[in-house]
């Protein structure tokens, strides 16, 4: 079965540096990979996905994430954070024979001015 | 476009009483349609799935169970609430018979806190 490990559930950069959130998989076949956003109180809203058509996949609000197979990962990275980057990030995985998704436990990120 | 609605948006319910939340999916049709439970610190943890009408997966065994009625609604019912029945419940929503990697689309969720 397919899963992800989210590494660090908190992260606390300063307002313009970067942000990365470490994402691993494990899967026996080449995952579908997905990164959400959640802010308080409301649902996840996706910021992009891995589908195999290019290793370096760019999402909304600046993101992006890069799909490494020799090293199991999809991390997530934005060049300079904002204050409204503050949320929680959640990974997924699907391994293609269902419309299922695994995800991570998160990782809550905060922004110092 | 489509939408989904999800309610009540709070809800505070004494243990042993039952429970009834409703989700509604609009602008597609035959959608996919999930149930998750977010725990703190425990991320996202599938219930229910349903790929149509009356056709309903349980991922883990507990005190909840789902009906789909009617083609966009997915509804997360219990008999009798315990208090590790307390968490925010998403309802998701993704295309069916596309690929598998058609993205979730999440309700805003339901705070549930068993008293």
């Known amino acids: 079965a397919q899963s992800v490990t989210q590494l660090g559930s908190h992260v606390s950069v300063s307002e313009g540096a970067l942000v990365l959130l470490r994402c691993n998989y494990s899967s026996s076949v080449p995952p579908y990979l997905f990164w959400y956003v959640q802010y308080p109180n409301q649902g996840l809203q996706l910021l992009l996905k891995?589908?195999?058509?290019?290793?370096l996949v760019k999402g909304i609000n600046g993101f992006e994430a890069e799909f490494k197979k020799s090293e199991t990962s999809f991390h997530l990275t934005k060049p300079s954070a904002h204050m409204s980057d503050a949320a929680e990030y959640f990974c997924a995985v699907s391994d293609r024979s269902d419309y299922k998704l695994s995800f991570g436990a998160g990782t809550t990120v905060t922004v110092r001015a | 476009s489509q939408t989904i609605h999800q309610w009540p948006a709070t809800l505070v319910q004494p243990v042993g009483s039952p429970l009834s939340l409703e989700c509604t999916v609009e602008?597609?049709?035959?959608?996919?349609l999930y149930w998750y439970r977010q725990a703190a610190g425990r991320g996202l943890q599938l219930l229910f799935y349903?790929?149509?009408?009356?056709?309903i997966s349980s991922e883990v065994p507990q005190n909840l169970s789902a009906s789909r009625p009617q083609d966009r609604q997915f509804i997360l019912s219990s008999k009798k609430l315990l208090l590790s029945d307390s968490g925010f419940y998403l309802c998701a929503w993704s295309s069916a018979g596309g690929s598998y990697n058609s993205p979730l689309h999440f309700g805003n969720g339901t705070r549930l806190t068993v008293t």
């Open positions: 349903s790929v149509g009408i009356g056709q």
């Open positions: 891995y589908t195999s058509a290019a290793t």
């Open positions: 602008g597609t049709s035959n959608p996919n």
